[in-house]
């Protein structure tokens, strides 16, 4: 059994690592699917072993979180938030800055994934509109969103895992990430403008603003309700019926149609995580993942948070975040557990910024661009990403230590 869940956790964290099978036609859904189906199929696990594998919870928080966040965008608020910025700002450089604090702060209490979804045709079209070079900007998006995103347990696939996981309260990691989170926002402005700073030479043009179409009730209503969510998770309710009375709330209107809310649902991070929920279930089942744990231990100090940081930096940039998470949850010490979760949630958010596949919302940037024309190569983002996923993980290391 050891050997089956080896090859196909093998097999899975190849197409990871592509982003797709280098032979099939199979992405990184596609990939989970086949992994957990053959789990089963080769008696790795029994049917309800795989059942009770996978975190429904975790599953339910992210999809109701999905239709609240759904909500905002056919309301038009994303919208508003370009207006906006053309009305407030008036030089290049003042734009970089709002750009990267409004997408790291809408990351902070949405999910990454979704605000670049939805902010980056936003920043193309400002930047355009603005007759200014876009590349800086979609880099301060994409950079600004996974830094922001490591500020709650709310921003990212990554962490809303990590928090159903390890049950630490959704405060103490705000108090422990925020400072970081802000610090490493403002690097991330400073390392952007320093690359470009040419390009981000001189004021913004005049512009007629243009009439935005934005439905102020339901955006409100929304906001509203995202509010009441996240007030709920503070003061101890679970996330998972707080999103859901939030997101049935919603779904309860006779102004929009609900096929506009479904349509903005991510079912393929779903499906990818459910499927890691099973891979991951054969692993224990199998004994693997113990057999990992005792062969790490006996090369590297998994006590030593510098040593667990790159471990967690190196493995998120080979298979995504999530993967990363769900194996190195066996690595963690027993010994204040909930410090290291902490850790490693603000280490595997800080990995996404490293490289262009470090993340789906660095992706999600590129793919946009790239249908406007404006292409991001590796190598323009890894010379912002490189300094700065180090100054922020440096950051996060010493602040660790501080609290320690």
Known sequence: MMVRAGLLLGLVLIVFSLGKSPVFRVDRAGAAIIAATL?????????????????????LILFFMMIVIANLKVAGFFDLIGSVLLRRVATRR??????????????????????????????LLVCAKARCNPLPHLLGVAIASNIGSAATFLGNPQNILIASLSGVPFLTY????????????????????????????????????????????????????LALVIAGYIAGQDLALTSSLGAAFLLITRRVKPNKIYASIDFNLLIIFAGLF????????????RLLVREAARWVDLQNRAVFALLTVALSNLVSNVPAVLLLK??????????????LALFSTFAGNLTITGSIANLIVVEIAKRHNVRIGFADYLKAGLPVTLITSLLGLVFFHWLS
């Open 94 to 123: 003042q734009l970089l800055l709002a750009v990267i604090f409004i997408s790291g702060g809408l990351s902070a209490v949405c999910i990454n994934d979704i605000v670049c979804l939805l902010f980056t045709p936003i920043v």
């Open 174 to 225: 705000f108090r422990t990430a925020l400072p970081v989170a802000l610090a490493g926002l403002a690097c991330a402005y400073w390392v952007i403008a320093r690359l470009y700073r040419r390009e981000l030479q001189g004021p913004l043009p005049a512009l007629e603003q243009d009439r935005v179409g934005c439905h102020r009730y339901l955006a409100f209503k929304s906001l509203i309700v």
């Open 330 to 343: 066996f690595f963690l010490p027993e010994t204040g557990a909930a410090a290291w979760w902490q850790a």
């Open 278 to 289: 099973v891979l991951v279930g054969g692993l224990e089942q199998s004994g693997l993942a």
């Open 39 to 59: 789990m089963v199929g080769l008696g790795v696990l029994d049917f309800a072993g795989a059942i009770r594998a996978i975190d429904f919870r975790t599953l």
